[in-house]
């Protein structure tokens, strides 16, 4: 297969504004402090097709060849969802010439050919562009120059993920991951990013090797990050981030980086001490141990309290070998047991603690507790009656998973068992409520608002939610990216809910899935960000759980993982799972008993008039196919 397909690249010569970060927290997770919230500021991507050829059709259209299903993307064309509704999502072949369509079709985000997604001197992500609400097409005006470590994170995994050695690769991903990026084009990618890195940690090294928000290529004289029309590339703080640091994103970028450090490392191996591999392993390797320096400067507030944003007096001193230049005015600290975690494992795993008695022993433990606190069982009782035990969330929005994307915690058969418990109840409840997709923290399509904001945050379940969920009048917001932890879980239900989410109308593009869209059919945002593409694509090749398994096994810490783990999850759901066991079984086995995600009902025949697809996004047929959502012929 070729990767790509007919594309018109369009360069953006109009620069924006840079809109003011978020103050407390840059990921779509909800507040992880008393009484205090964070937003996101997303961005947007897209690519205007030039031509789109027809789809290969045969006497049943909705039953894919072998020869067919991988082929449908790379003729240019970008709505192929239509052709996998009916399709057996068990069978592995499918699911490998369904990812194969995704791949190819992603990859004009992604690629570097695009320059839409990160960009083309620096390596750094974008915060994306949006497209015409009519046409699909780009928006050139709307990129967004700027970025933020959760980006980086989702970058770097995928980048480490195209470098696995091919005996790493499981067989149903062994002819999809190449499609997204070859090993050449992330090897590039990543001297790119290492090359701004080090500059900016010489400019700059008050961070210690952290990131806060940044222009992707600098900043002009107007105050506005950079577009690709203007000359130079530094990446450079953004305006009123130039003295701090988020820590629930850095906490992501940070195993971002030991995941790019395993893959090079090993392929290094293989190839050699002089490869290039290993001579661009050095440096990321050296990137992460000046993070493992400085994480606790940074982050660590005493009293077991992990700091959700870091403030420092001067960015010129080196805080690794200063902490007192680091610290926290406003009082926000992480406590979650959701994204904001993953800094507090990489500070207590990877952090250097000899200033602290004891090599920090009680002050790592006491973050622990602290975090223990929050965690809150929840027994939800499925259609049949069936009493399942899973963890509350915040919103129960699907992003709060995330953890899960870039470490091992489906090793452990406890939190498997919550977790795949907690994406069966977010599944049943779509089709409960006959909702054609799933729901999580996203920007609301065109005509809606959440709580007056044109973000809407609190979205979720709110039986299974901590705190109050947005409760829609009308139109409830859907988005395709929430289907990447039920992927993770159980690839089959996982990969039928996102294509039956990509079925609706205007939800895929030129470049892939769009942001989010209404259970109606009748808006949609139009926009692409990395949080809602990324996400999904990071899930459907494995996430960097295995990885970093690997990687932790070789530095003989996993086992302290597992320990942290377990200790905070064993006490408080064992107890509750034991009490609503049907039987007298071991509660070991009862946890190794996962259930089978439901899958979505057909899409129903509709009698009202929906909106007709991107015009960029149709595709030709000799002859129309009866049905929900054909795409018109141009």
């Known amino acids: 297969m070729t990767l790509g397909g007919d594309?018109?690249?369009?360069?953006?010569?109009?620069?924006?504004?840079?809109?003011?970060?978020?103050?407390?927290?840059?990921?779509?997770?909800?507040?992880?402090?008393?009484?205090?919230?964070?937003?996101?500021?997303?961005?947007?991507?897209?690519?205007?097709?030039?031509?789109?050829?027809?789809?290969?059709?045969?006497?049943?259209?909705?039953?894919?060849s072998d020869a067919m299903a991988p082929q449908l993307a790379s003729t240019g064309c970008c709505r192929f969802a239509k052709e996998f509704e009916e399709a057996d999502w068990?069978?592995?072949?499918?699911?490998?010439?369904?990812?194969?369509?995704?791949?190819?079709?992603?990859?004009?985000f992604f690629g570097e050919a695009a320059a839409l997604a990160f960009d083309p001197d620096t390596g750094m992500t974008y915060d994306g562009v949006g497209l015409d609400y009519q046409t699909g097409d780009v928006q050139h005006e709307t990129l967004r120059t700027f970025s933020a470590p959760s980006k980086e994170a989702l970058h770097l995994s995928l980048l480490a993920l195209a470098l696995q050695p091919a005996d790493d690769v499981p067989a149903e991903l062994a002819t999809v991951l190449p499609l997204l990026y070859s090993t050449d084009e992330a090897l590039d990618i990543l001297e790119k990013k290492a090359r701004t890195m080090e500059d900016f940690d010489a400019r700059f090294p008050g961070f210690g090797g952290f990131m806060p928000w940044f222009c992707s290529r600098g900043?002009?004289?107007?105050?506005?990050?950079?577009?690709?029309?203007?000359?130079?590339?530094?990446?450079?703080?953004?305006?009123?981030?130039?003295?701090?640091?988020?820590?629930?994103?850095?906490?992501?970028?940070?195993?971002?980086?030991?995941?790019?450090?395993?893959?090079?490392k090993r392929r290094a191996t293989q190839e050699g001490a002089s490869s290039r591999f290993a001579q661009l392993g050095r440096r990321w390797e050296a990137r992460l141990e000046r993070m493992k320096a400085s994480v606790v400067s940074l982050f660590y507030h005493g009293a077991g309290l992990v700091r959700m944003v870091s403030e420092l007096d001067n960015i010129t001193v080196d805080v690794a070998k200063n902490a007192s230049n680091?610290?926290?005015?406003?009082?926000?600290?992480?406590?979650?047991?959701?994204?904001?975690?993953?800094?507090?494992?990489?500070?207590?795993?990877?952090?250097?603690?000899?200033?602290?008695p004891n090599n920090g022993e009680e002050d790592r433990k006491l973050m622990w507790k602290?975090?223990?606190?929050?965690?809150?069982?929840?027994?939800?009782?499925?259609?049949?009656?069936?009493?399942?035990?899973?963890?509350?969330?915040?919103?129960?929005?699907?992003?709060?998973?995330?953890?899960?994307?870039?470490?091992?915690y489906?090793?452990?058969?406890?939190?498997?068992?919550?977790?795949?418990?907690?994406?069966?109840?977010?599944?049943?409840?779509?089709?409960?409520?006959?909702?054609?997709?799933?729901?999580?923290?996203?920007?609301?399509?065109?005509?809606?608002?959440?709580?007056?904001?044109?973000?809407?945050?609190?979205?979720?379940?709110?039986?299974?939610?901590?705190?109050?969920?947005?409760?829609?009048?009308?139109?409830?917001v859907l988005t395709p990216y929430a289907a990447f932890p039920s992927i993770l879980v159980d690839s089959a239900a996982g990969l039928a809910w996102y294509n039956h989410m990509l079925a609706m109308p205007r939800v895929q593009t030129p470049v892939g899935s769009i942001e989010s869209?209404?259970?109606?059919?009748?808006?949609?945002?139009?926009?692409?960000?990395?949080?809602?593409?990324?996400?999904?694509?990071?899930?459907?090749?494995?996430?960097?759980?295995?990885?970093?398994?690997?990687?932790?096994?070789?530095?003989?810490?996993?086992?302290?993982?597992?320990?942290?783990?377990?200790?905070?999850y064993g006490p408080v759901f064992e107890p509750v799972i034991a009490a609503v066991m049907p039987n007298k079984a071991s509660i070991d086995k009862h946890i190794a008993q996962l259930p089978k995600l439901p899958l979505p009902a057909p899409h129903p025949t509709r009698k009202d008039s929906l909106p007709e697809d991107f015009p960029s996004c149709r595709c030709l047929a000799p002859e129309r196919t009866p049905g929900f959502l054909q795409p018109n012929n141009p």
């Open 370 to 408: 602290i975090k223990a606190e929050h965690v809150e069982p929840v027994v939800y009782t499925a259609a049949d009656n069936t009493k399942m035990v899973l963890q509350k969330g915040y919103w129960f929005s699907a992003h709060e998973q995330w953890k899960t994307l870039q470490l091992p």
């Open 410 to 476: 489906l090793d452990i058969p406890l939190v498997r068992h919550l977790f795949a418990n907690g994406e069966f109840a977010r599944l049943e409840n779509s089709v409960q409520q006959e909702l054609p997709g799933l729901m999580a923290s996203v920007n609301a399509p065109n005509g809606v608002q959440c709580d007056a904001h044109p973000y809407c945050s609190a979205v979720g379940i709110q039986a299974l939610a901590e705190e109050p969920v947005f409760s829609f009048k009308e139109d409830t």
């Open 517 to 568: 869209f209404t259970d109606t059919g009748k808006a949609v945002a139009p926009m692409a960000t990395w949080d809602a593409k990324a996400t999904t694509i990071l899930a459907m090749l494995g996430g960097t759980g295995p990885m970093l398994r690997n990687y932790m096994q070789e530095q003989g810490i996993y086992g302290v993982f597992e320990d942290r783990v377990k200790s905070m």
């Open 7 to 64: 594309g018109r690249f369009l360069e953006v010569t109009t620069e924006s504004p840079v809109p003011e970060p978020p103050t407390t927290g840059t990921s779509r997770i909800g507040p992880m402090v008393c009484g205090v919230g964070s937003l996101l500021v997303v961005g947007l991507v897209f690519m205007v097709s030039n031509s789109v050829p027809p789809v290969a059709t045969g006497a049943n259209q909705r039953s894919l």
């Open 219 to 264: 900043i002009n004289e107007a105050g506005y990050c950079k577009t690709l029309a203007e000359p130079g590339a530094r990446m450079t703080p953004v305006s009123g981030w130039d003295k701090r640091l988020p820590g629930l994103d850095n906490g992501q970028l940070a195993f971002g980086a030991v995941a790019v450090v395993h893959a090079l």
């Open 326 to 356: 680091a610290h926290n005015e406003n009082g926000l600290f992480l406590w979650d047991a959701f994204e904001g975690e993953m800094i507090v494992l990489f500070m207590d795993i990877f952090g250097n603690w000899t200033k602290y």
């Open 90 to 108: 068990h069978n592995p072949q499918t699911r490998a010439d369904f990812m194969a369509n995704v791949m190819h079709v992603e990859r004009r």
